[in-house]
């Protein structure tokens, strides 16, 4: 009598197909950063979100996270915060640094106001009156240049993860500047000008000239 046992495999154990379905810890909270980039996020505040934001589905977008796309704000002044009345704001130190969710098509002004809501939210007692709120003309915003609030994120050609710098508003100096260099081009003209009434018109060439100009350099 021959007897032959059939036995089925063993069961593999499932602790290590469990250990390697677990979730990073980045991603704990179920967040799917869908390239978001871990250096711009860390030590980074949650500003919420500029305006409506809907996803593919047309479902109300409720995570700055979630957005399509996440601009990094960055504070880049010294004293910030005392210069514009809020002193000890945790958002308006140096190097402090919040993130909005929006929309492509989302205008700049609404992710400044955003940003600025977030500012005094974030304010202390010290900055309890109205007149010691942040205002988005308070600021000014620079990515490669200065922003323009009334363009879109698009047509302004920001990125996903794009880390925008924040200053006070610099436009009197600005154009305190331009009006300097104005005023000194003008005097340049004139100084020029009175310069060529010096010589007389040379028929030929060179003659009856009693001034001789010899540039050696750009004018």
């Known amino acids: 009598e021959i007897r032959i046992q059939l036995g089925l495999p063993e069961e593999e154990d499932d602790d290590d197909d469990a250990n390697d379905n677990d ?4 991603d704990i909270d179920g967040d799917d950063d869908d390239g978001d980039a871990p250096a711009n996020r860390r030590g980074a505040m949650d500003a919420g ?3 409506e934001v809907r996803d593919e589905n047309s479902v109300r977008v409720s995570r700055s996270l979630k957005c399509p796309l996440v601009l990094y704000f960055e504070c880049a002044c010294d004293d910030l915060d005392k ?3 809020c002193p000890g704001n945790p958002v308006l130190r140096r190097g402090a640094t919040a993130y909005v969710g929006l929309d492509k098509n989302t205008k700049l002004s609404l992710v400044f106001e955003r ?3 977030f500012v005094n939210s974030k304010a202390g007692t010290a900055a309890s009156t109205v007149g010691s709120r942040v205002k988005m003309s308070d600021l000014e915003f620079l990515h490669c240049t200065l922003l323009d609030a009334n363009q879109t994120v698009e047509a302004s050609a920001m ?3 794009d880390r925008v710098k924040v200053y006070r508003d610099r436009s009197r100096e600005r154009s305190s500047r331009a009006e300097q260099v104005r005023q000194q081009r003008e005097s340049d003209r004139k100084y020029f000008k009175d310069l060529r009434q ?3 018109h040379p028929s030929p060439e060179g003659m009856g000239c009693d001034v001789v100009l010899d540039c050696r350099g750009k004018v």
């Open 159 to 161: 990125m996903k993860n």
């Open 83 to 85: 210069t514009l009345g």
């Open 115 to 117: 940003y600025c809501a």
């Open 49 to 51: 979100i500029a305006g």
């Open 23 to 26: 979730a990073p810890a980045d």
């Open 198 to 200: 010096m010589l007389p």
